[in-house]
């Protein structure tokens, strides 16, 4: 009975310590994601010298954000910061997305931006921000990103459009919100299939000939006519650049009638100066020849 009684303690013994070991084992196997998330969000920082004082701290505020969710039609609320998002109807990963809070590619560059900078100064969509009177200076997609500092924009897109926008960290690495069903995160910069070229941003001071405009589903159109074809459309107020202003076709809405259209050259469109912030002829905009 006694032998039979050490054996049962040794065992008993041996299964302690082995779920001891095993419960170990688990832990450290369940926190290993956690080391990683950690990791990888360590890696989310200014990573090459040169990037103005607006650009660090833009990148800083992204990188804040690494694990937030990707929500198609995030982060683009009144103001700047995370929103529910919206289902893409092209896209059955986002079938979860009113129910993320978070941002999309282009929320995410908006939100670091105003972080950084103040105000609201990159509003609307990747295609909108690419060509915001905000940037300073363009690079193609052949030069790659030897010329790139920490900060500049990031583009996917052809034929004219831009469907993707990413910031720069350095070292080849940038910080996105990607897709439905992510999170957003530090990823490799991908310079094949449609990378479109990246743009270096500017703000804080409003470049001369800087309007805003206002109201929602705004369209601008190829000619200062609401009949010519339609360019693009600003889903919310977003910061333009006019280059000049001319008496054309009057167009009567929200109560207003003004016959005065701007053109705005980052869009090769007009746009009915109803929907520009300011008065009916814009002040300090030229004639249009």
Known sequence: MRTTAVAAATALTLLTAWEGAHSATAAATTAAPKTAAVAAAGECRVLAPG?????????????????????????HGPQPGPTYGQVDPSDPDSAHDPERLGFDCSGLVRYAYHRAAGGDPLTGNAYHQFHSPQVQQR??????????????????????SVHHIAIYLGAGKMVEAR??????????????GDYAGAVRIAPPAQAPGTFSTWGTDVWTHKEPS???????KFPGPTTVRIDCQKHAE????????????????????????IYIKGPAWLDGVRTCP
Request: aromatic residues 10%.
């Open 226 to 232: 609401t009949t010519s074809p339609r360019v693009h």
């Open 179 to 192: 897709e439905s069903g992510t999170r957003i995160t530090v990823s490799d910069v991908r310079l094949g």
């Open 139 to 160: 690079f193609t997609a052949g030069q790659g990103t030897a010329p790139l500092l920490p900060g500049d924009l990031l583009a996917w897109g052809s034929g004219g």
């Open 250 to 273: 009057p167009v009567t809405a929200e109560g207003y009638t003004n016959d005065a259209w701007s053109y705005l050259p980052e869009y090769g469109a007009w746009i009915t100066n």
């Open 51 to 75: 990037a103005s004082a607006v650009a660090e701290k833009a990148v800083a505020a992204a990188c804040e954000q690494i694990g937030v969710w990707y929500t198609w039609g995030g982060g």
